[in-house]
């Protein structure tokens, strides 16, 4: 399943996607179809506020890993979801884990224009430090209310 397919079954479960303050509304489902170009166009008109290239592909990957979720069998994954605060979570539960290694000022330093650690967007996307790690762990937190009650959870 692509990119698009994937925002399209998220807004199915969902108010729609908050990015960089800008929404795109689960109503947009009842407007167009997953494959439509026009569906595309919107997605990227949405994601091209983002000044920014690294973040914005840091906010792609989060809707990736969001797209997990939505295909997990709830009917509602909340309200509006806030990207960014996702991410911006991922990036907290980094820092936190550098720290708790003993990382210098130097390694948790932050991009000024986005507040993600520079550190961060160099990392890896696989590992036990890599950016999916966090990303899965940040989206679990933040949509745990509507998935089903599970004896396994997620460290």
Known sequence: MGFYQKVWRILQKC???SIDGYVLPSSTTREMTAGEIKFAVQVESVLNHVPQPEYRQLLVETVMVLGLVADVDVDNIGGIIHVDRILHLANDLFLNDQKSHCASDYF???DPATGICNFFYDSAPSGSFGTM?????????YVQDFLPNSSCLMQ
């Open 133 to 141: 790690t966090y990303l899965s762990k940040a989206v679990v937190t």
């Open 15 to 17: 108010h729609g996607l």
């Open 108 to 110: 948790l330093e932050k």
